[in-house]
């Protein structure tokens, strides 16, 4: 870091100090000065550790609300960098044992489904009947994020808007849909 | 909701909030108040008198101290882990080393005095009724951090539940000192003061859970 770089977080320092001890009076335009200023440093704080990008505003969201309902405990006297990044922190860690279960267990490889469709094996007319009919088996929220993001080819993000539904649910729903349209499917087809 | 909608939403009904103590007077208060309630505790369950001035021997002023540094510096630690950015992990050894002092400074006294007598005593002194006593005078300490805790911001809040609940073990340590009839036995303390304080303190994982929001 140079010079610098170090005067300016330190001036960026002393600033979010002096708009807090201001929202801390209740001086509101501070206050939205200070929280749209957090917003660019933990959208950057939180690009650099996230996997998906599509996680970000709700993490930046919980951050900034955990900023509002722990602002009485800032003391001017320590760091404010300290003091926030400690909260940020937190919310990352806690966001990562959430996650943890559809991130260990419930992965999915966006390429699996694309590879059923698209062997030349299975491209044929009969095969995307069937597959029609196995699609129609499946529970309607799984087939809903299933035709939506693997057969219309929406990102998982508009896909997740589409249907109404949380992105981690979504990422459930094309995993367990697609499990169970292997099994369907390859009962017939023999494949993987 | 969009994040600037969100940032609107809460600038816009921003109420001035009173700022928190620092975490050390916090824990300053807690110690005063938890040791006047645990010293009436102490004086009302009448076994006072079991205390002559010859059990005020080095030992005992040592181990005293030893447990009330603990004690406080406990406190103190659960106080700190209650505000964002003030932990660091090199604090945990201020709470460390008065724990490991006092266990040591009974071990050093069990050593001296190990003997017939220090393991008669042992089986003969009715280790059972310390862990119910400790546990009762730990209950107003308990209640009053962990209800000082939830006045901050605590992100960890099973540690913070063990800390806050071993704090109030070790101050009710510190009573039982004048109440317990066996304190010349190193080995009954150890048995039946420093190990029930650091395993029933465990709970405090779960109470931290369920009492710290």
Wanted: with cysteine; hydrophobic share 45%.
């Amino acid at each position: 870091m140079t010079k610098t770089m170090i005067n300016k977080w330190t001036d960026q320092n002393k600033r979010w100090t002096a708009l807090m001890v201001l929202t801390q009076e209740g001086d509101s335009s501070a206050y939205n000065e200070l929280l749209s200023s957090l917003n660019r440093v933990l959208s950057a704080y939180f690009g650099k550790r996230l996997w998906d990008k599509s996680y970000e505003d709700d993490l930046i969201q919980d951050t900034l609300m955990s900023v509002h309902t722990s602002r009485h405990t800032y003391d001017p006297s320590q760091p404010f960098t300290a003091w926030l990044f400690g909260i940020a922190h937190h919310k990352f860690i806690d966001f990562l044992r959430k996650n943890k279960r559809i991130v260990s267990n419930e992965t999915y490889d966006e390429t699996q489904f694309e590879r059923i469709c698209v062997n030349s094996k299975n491209s044929s007319i009969d095969y995307r009947i069937d597959l029609e009919k196995a699609l129609e088996k499946l529970p309607a929220k799984q087939k809903e994020a299933l035709e939506s993001f693997s057969l219309q080819g929406h990102s998982s993000k508009e896909s997740s808007k589409i249907i109404g539904i949380g992105l981690s649910a979504l990422k459930v729903n094309v995993h367990r849909g697609y499990k169970r349209l292997k099994t369907i499917l390859g009962d017939e087809y023999g494949n993987n | 909701m969009e994040t600037t909608k969100l940032i609107h939403s809460l600038s816009k009904n921003l109420k001035p909030v009173r700022r928190l103590m620092s975490p050390i007077k916090r824990a300053i208060i807690w110690f005063v108040i938890s040791i006047l309630c645990v010293s009436i505790g102490v004086y009302w369950s009448g076994i006072l008198q079991k205390f002559t001035p010859e059990s005020a021997n080095t030992f005992f002023i040592l181990e005293s101290i030893a447990i009330l540094c603990f004690t406080f510096s406990a406190s103190c630690l659960a106080f700190l882990l209650s505000v964002p950015g003030r932990f660091k992990s090199n604090m945990i050894w201020y709470t460390l080393v008065p724990l490991i002092s006092w266990i040591i400074l009974l071990i050093i006294q069990s050593g001296a005095f190990f003997s017939i007598f220090s393991v008669d005593l042992l089986s003969s002194t009715p280790g059972g009724m310390c862990p119910r006593d400790l546990a009762t005078l730990c209950v107003v300490p308990a209640l009053i951090i962990f209800s000082m805790i939830r006045l901050a911001s605590p992100q960890k809040k099973s540690l913070i539940g063990y800390i806050g609940l071993l704090s109030s073990f070790g101050l009710a340590a510190f009573g039982l000192q004048f109440t317990c009839g066996a304190l010349s036995s190193p080995l009954h303390v150890l048995m039946f003061h420093v190990s029930p304080a650091v395993g029933l303190a465990l709970l405090g994982i779960f109470l931290g859970k369920i009492l710290i929001k």
